[in-house]
């Protein structure tokens, strides 16, 4: 078994020269350790190294680096990660999108298809715990990058990838995306009007879902490594995402052969649970038991349909959906949100507004949740974040670094955690493997 602190030149065959070799000795002399975390943050200490873009991988990683992991993201040369330019809106040179999920990370810009390049990752890689990557299955394996590559140099290294499809069968050379899973896996065909066509979710919920997938995946690979001493690979795709995320529906067709369809807002096996237009907006509402469904009544003024015999039951509505949904539509249009909000206080049924983005942000319980945090930026000023959505007792789950500018850190991770001399990262420069 290799030793995780062999010298990196013995696996790449890569010789330095004598004036090199002092040159890093020299340099490891004054290595600044970085504490952006503490050690009262969960993954204090633990080291990921990020080669994602796009959406999943950045996700998953972002959430580590929330919880105190030291986020490495490694970018291409010059562009970087692909969500960098999906804009506008842009902030400064950078998308609100990249800004979204890379907060937390230092950037370093690599040229992995270079023999220097990946010398550099292999360096990183023996100090870290976690790799995450969403290369197409194989590609990294090019570069002398892959599982199996790795494991030699470093056995206890964790070794996340993320696919469209998996990293095997007929699929599994198909470049991957949200919108093309959602469609393959079922979400699309259940999503929209009833009797209309298929829509997409507002926002990326297979990309969002297989991000965290992996990330409670390599929590449990850092659990069981405390025991075994080994790290392992863990194979993450968003097709499969998609289908274990069908729950309630894929358990209705495999258990009772029920085709899924479109609701629009309404649910398959609750009424009422939907939408309703009011005269200013749209409230959604849930009486998702007889007791919930005879307060809702009661609170709209309408009790007599809680006492009519094809109301009974949940059943018995799901029954008599079409009638009972226009009765209680007419009811809820003749007053606004606000005027419903202040009836139903208290109430025990569920129930809310469709909000715009402006109104999600003024409500009172996300801003008491504080689900705005700010953040300054070294070129864009001041930046508004979504924060991290759970809170914890007695660690630290919090917004720390701003999201990186291209190659923020490349010179830094070079010199401080590799102990390059600024001559070799200059001749690395001159020659395009790194920026």
Same mark, same amino acid.
């Given at each position: 078994?290799?030793?995780?602190?062999?010298?990196?030149?013995?696996?790449?065959?890569?010789?330095?020269? /004598?004036?090199?070799?002092?040159? @890093?000795?020299?340099? @490891? !002399?004054v290595i600044t350790v970085f504490r952006y975390s503490s050690s009262a943050d969960a993954l204090s200490g633990v080291k990921v190294l990020d080669l994602t873009r796009v959406l999943a991988g950045p996700y998953c990683t972002q959430i580590m680096g929330d919880l105190g992991a030291d986020i490495l993201k490694v970018e291409r040369l010059k562009v970087g990660d692909d969500t960098r330019s999906w804009g506008p809106p842009f902030v400064g040179n950078t998308s609100c999108y990249f800004i979204s999920i890379n907060r937390n990370k230092k950037s370093?810009?690599? =040229?992995? !298809?270079?023999? =220097?390049?990946?010398?550099?990752?292999?360096?990183?890689?023996?100090? /870290?715990?976690v790799l995450v990557e969403n290369y197409l299955p194989g590609k990294l394996e090019e570069y002398g990058l892959g599982y199996e590559d790795l494991k030699k140099i470093n056995p206890q290294l964790i070794y996340c990838s993320i696919t469209g499809y998996g990293s095997s069968g007929p699929y599994a050379s198909r470049p991957g995306y949200d919108v093309i899973a959602s469609s393959m896996g079922g979400l699309m065909y259940v999503t929209g009007p009833e009797d209309g066509a298929p829509c997409k979710t507002g926002v990326a919920l297979t990309d969002l879902a297989t991000g965290l997938y992996a990330h409670g995946a390599i929590m449990a690979a850092l659990f069981q490594r405390q025991t075994t001493g080994c790290g392992q690979r863990i194979s993450a795709n968003l097709l499969s995402t998609q289908v274990a995320c069908l729950v309630n529906l894929g358990s209705n067709y495999l258990m009772a052969g029920q085709e899924g369809k479109r609701w629009g807002t309404a649910h398959e096996s609750i009424v009422p649970y939907q939408a309703f237009a009011t005269s200013d907006g749209y409230m959604t509402i849930g009486g998702t038991n007889d007791r919930q469904f005879r307060e809702l009544c009661s609170k709209i003024n309408r009790s007599e349909l809680s006492s009519d015999p094809k109301y009974l039951t949940?059943?018995? @509505? &799901?029954?008599? @959906?079409?009638?009972?949904?226009e009765e209680l539509g007419q009811t809820l249009s003749t007053k606004t949100n606000a005027e419903w909000l202040e009836l139903f206080c208290g109430a025990h049924f569920?129930?809310?507004?469709?909000? /715009?983005?402006?109104? &999600?942000?003024?409500?009172?319980q996300v801003q008491h949740n504080e689900m705005v945090q700010e953040i300054d930026h070294p070129s864009a000023g001041t930046l508004k974040l979504v924060g991290p959505p759970v809170k914890f007792s007695g660690t630290g789950n919090r917004i720390r670094l701003p999201p990186p500018e291209l190659g923020q850190h490349t010179e830094s991770v070079l010199r401080e955690r590799l102990g390059y001399s600024l001559s070799q990262i200059q001749r690395l420069r001159d020659i395009g493997v790194v920026n």
């Open positions: 078994m290799a030793s995780r602190n062999m010298d990196i030149n013995q696996i790449s065959g890569q010789t330095e020269t /004598s004036t090199e070799k002092q040159e @890093r000795k020299l340099s @490891r !002399k370093i810009c690599i =040229d992995l !298809k270079s023999h =220097d390049g990946m010398k550099i990752i292999h360096e990183l890689a023996m100090q /870290s715990d949940n059943a018995l @509505r &799901v029954e008599n @959906r079409k009638e009972l949904v569920s129930y809310g507004p469709i909000n /715009s983005l402006s109104e &999600v942000f003024a409500d009172p």
